[in-house]
């Protein structure tokens, strides 16, 4: 009997999904857990999976329609189970254009549906047409073997040398003098164009909740600067045996998230958020860390931070910029936190007034460290310097305590030692 396509549950704060791409066509014969669907939601990507075998005999929702939860994509026909569509009716041999052992042992088990189109991210799959790669000839490093994008890339960079081996390869440099051509093709002088391009699910997202934050929280900035020279001295002193005892760098994440915890625990309201004409007042912290990825800012976050060590913060920041990218993190990643960090030094910025990241009422900017010249004792000295800034929302925090509270943070910054004993 016919079994309906429908778009799944995912978590209680996503309600909505655009279908980012169909990865079978009308006709396809389909097996139960084949992929069938991209749905591309606010926060993370996911495949949608055939509910049972049959043929996939009607697509309600096209590529680029938004789509709510529940809503049905398509129908599966079961009645039709074992007709085989053009597109799965002959085994997939190995491309001519793969190469390597890796291709060749994988061809005689290309018969079923999921070996002709691996499980692969978004990412991925953008980045092997970018590249020209076959996915079937990659071998996923993901969860249950999903190709991942730096699967793609290495593989792109495995195959690139066999290519000079082949008789005409030589005359290839020649064959592609375009630059020149490509640059006289451009624009003529005075044509002006334009072009209308789609916002991605996620950077619409984005940005409804900016203009929601600024439109219904008080939000007020603070400014400090702190002396990174203790830090650096630190981390200069300790960066190789902290790397060959944890196998991963002592940034200066860790020493924030830690410090940011001390002064969450001597302002409390700077951990809480507003319900109505009350503040909930949250005893632990789970900080959330903006990673900035391809498809928009995301922001993961460490739970119970106070708990974890200085490797700990670090593994994870670390591992949730590489998924960031890959389009693999996953609801619970993103779900929840107290305060957030945001760091645009990574992206050379020197200043700036971070938002809100709703219902947080605190969020703190760190920026470029910059050797500046500052006055000590009387005395000038060039020291390491960054400029912090702490947005909070003004309806419960004063001015005094976001003050103090950026102190306090200065405070455990410049004396790292002082945070053992926080």
Not at 33 to 57: C, F, H, M, R, Y
């Amino acid at each position: 009997m016919p079994a309906n396509i429908v778009v799944p549950e995912v978590g209680e704060s996503i309600v909505d999904a655009r279908v980012a791409k169909w990865l079978r066509k009308e006709g396809d014969a389909v097996a139960a857990g084949d992929p069938l669907v991209e749905l591309e939601t606010d926060k993370i990507d996911l495949e949608v999976s055939a509910p049972q075998a049959g043929v996939l005999s009607r697509i309600d929702r096209k590529d680029g329609e938004d789509v709510k939860v529940g809503e049905v994509l398509g129908v599966i026909d079961e009645s039709a189970k074992g007709t085989q569509s053009s597109a799965a009716a002959a085994p997939a041999p190995a491309p001519p254009t793969s190469k390597g052992k890796a291709s060749e042992e994988r061809a005689p088990r290309a018969t079923g549906s999921e070996e002709r189109t691996p499980r692969a991210t978004p990412t991925a799959r953008k980045a092997a047409e970018e590249q020209r790669v076959d996915l079937s000839s990659v071998r996923g490093s993901g969860d249950a073997g999903r190709v991942m994008r730096r699967d793609v890339e290495q593989a792109a960079s495995v195959s690139a040398p066999a290519q000079p081996a082949a008789a005409p390869a030589p005359e290839a440099p020649r064959a592609i003098p375009a630059p020149p051509v490509s640059e006289d093709r451009r624009r003529p002088a005075g044509d002006r164009t334009e072009e209308r391009v789609r916002m991605s699910k996620r950077r619409a997202t984005i940005a409804k909740r900016l203009i929601e934050a600024q439109s219904t929280a008080a939000m007020l900035t603070t400014f400090n600067e702190v002396d990174m020279s203790a830090v650096m001295a630190l981390r200069e002193r300790h960066k190789q045996t902290f790397k060959e005892r944890h196998g991963v760098n002592l940034g200066i994440a860790s020493f924030f998230v830690k410090a940011s915890i001390g002064a969450l625990r001597a302002f409390p309201r700077v951990n809480a958020e507003i319900q109505g004409d009350e503040m909930v007042l949250k005893h632990y912290f789970d900080i959330g860390v903006a990673v900035g990825a391809s498809e928009g800012l995301v922001v993961p976050v460490l739970r119970d931070a106070d708990k974890l060590t200085f490797a700990e913060v670090e593994k994870q920041i670390r591992e949730f910029a590489k998924r960031a990218e890959d389009g693999t993190l996953s609801l619970a990643d993103l779900k929840g936190g107290t305060f957030t960090i945001t760091n645009g030094g990574v992206f050379g910025s020197l200043l700036s007034t971070p938002i809100l990241n709703p219902p947080q009422v605190g969020i703190l900017g760190l920026h470029k460290i910059q050797e500046r010249p500052i006055a000590i004792n009387g005395q000038v000295a060039v020291r390491p310097m960054m400029y912090t800034a702490l947005t909070y929302d003004h309806r419960i925090i004063d001015g005094s305590e976001a003050v103090r509270f950026l102190v306090r943070i200065k405070e455990l910054v410049e004396d790292p030692g002082a945070l053992l004993l926080d």
